[in-house]
């Protein structure tokens, strides 16, 4: 199976990711603990989120153990080792999206409860939940005087046509 548009749609999903790490990189202890109201919640915090998911989300896939597994008690990881995490999950939806047959039906349990999903929700999933969160990420970025990356997908476009980006 082919899904080409699927396809390019995981590899903007993999190129914004890589592109609000790299905006948070080098942020300061401090500036990773900022926040604003309406966002997920503190800046480290929700780039774990982000890392934490997309390794749950491959695990209903694949059933290993999550490459990444991550709680709010925690304290957060360093950037660059979330960005590697966020680099791998997203090699990994960029192949399922084309590997995926659109009927499979994807059964796990989770917290002691059986879950049937089909796998085109969970890939949605993957995508909605990427988008806002790095949403967030951007909106502290603004609040505390930093530009956030272009991340949408007329960016992704012409960073494709450019030759800047997969």
């Known amino acids: 199976m082919t899904n ?3 396809q ?5 999903n993999r190129w914004a990711n890589r592109l609000i790490m790299d905006a948070c990189r080098d942020l300061t202890p401090e500036q990773l603990t900022a926040t604003v109201v309406g966002t997920f919640g503190e800046l480290g915090q929700t780039l774990a989120h982000i890392t934490a ?3 749950w989300y491959v695990w209903r896939f694949d059933k290993t153990d999550p490459a990444f ?3 709010d008690e925690q304290p957060v990881p360093p950037v660059g080792e979330m960005a590697t995490i966020l680099d791998q999950t997203g090699a990994r939806f960029v ?3 084309t590997t995926t047959p659109d009927d499979q039906i994807l059964t796990y349990e989770r917290q002691g409860q059986e879950n049937r999903w089909p ?5 949605g999933q993957v ?4 988008r806002e969160h790095r949403s967030h990420v951007a909106t502290i970025l603004t609040q505390l005087g930093i530009e956030p990356p272009d991340m949408d997908m007329w960016a992704y476009g ?3 046509q450019d030759g800047r980006a997969e």
């Open 4 to 6: 080409e548009h699927l």
């Open 119 to 123: 796998a085109w929700v969970v890939l």
């Open 53 to 55: 998911a997309e390794a």
């Open 69 to 71: 597994d991550w709680d």
């Open 127 to 130: 995508i909605d939940h990427g």
């Open 158 to 160: 012409e960073a494709v």
């Open 95 to 97: 192949e399922l999206a």
């Open 8 to 12: 390019r749609i995981f590899q903007h």
